[in-house]
């Protein structure tokens, strides 16, 4: 198993927006639809400011943490997004491979 070491927001990768996730531990599955700044709280990505919306079925957002998320692959491991051709879902792939643990990329059940 790959581990990553921490990150600082320097060398945070955004999840790109329509990219396929599942919620660690409450299990919700849905897609990355942007970004909301948090004023407070504790819970934040690397970048300290942010947090995703999860969109988890219309009209329902959910907001979370880079990790509190699983990015989900098909068959051919490569990232499951909407609306965007293989080439650059490979490109995606590679990207997140290189700033996620690979534990952080499972199949749909």
């Avoid at 948090?38 to 990790?67: C, F, H, W």
Wanted: aromatic share 4%; charged share 25%; glycine share 8%.
């Amino acid at each position: 198993m790959k581990t990553v070491p921490p990150r600082t927001a320097l060398a945070w990768v955004r999840i790109p927006d329509g990219t396929k996730v599942k919620h660690r531990h409450e299990g919700h599955v849905g897609f990355i639809d942007g970004l909301t700044e948090i004023v407070s709280g504790p819970n934040r990505n690397p970048d300290g400011k942010t947090q995703y919306r999860m969109n988890i079925g219309a009209p329902d957002r959910q907001l979370v943490t880079e990790g509190d998320l699983s990015v989900l692959i098909d068959d051919e491991e490569i990232v499951i997004m909407l609306r965007q051709k293989t080439p650059y879902r490979r490109a995606v792939t590679q990207l997140l491979h290189s700033v996620l643990a690979s534990d952080r990329f499972v199949k749909p059940a």
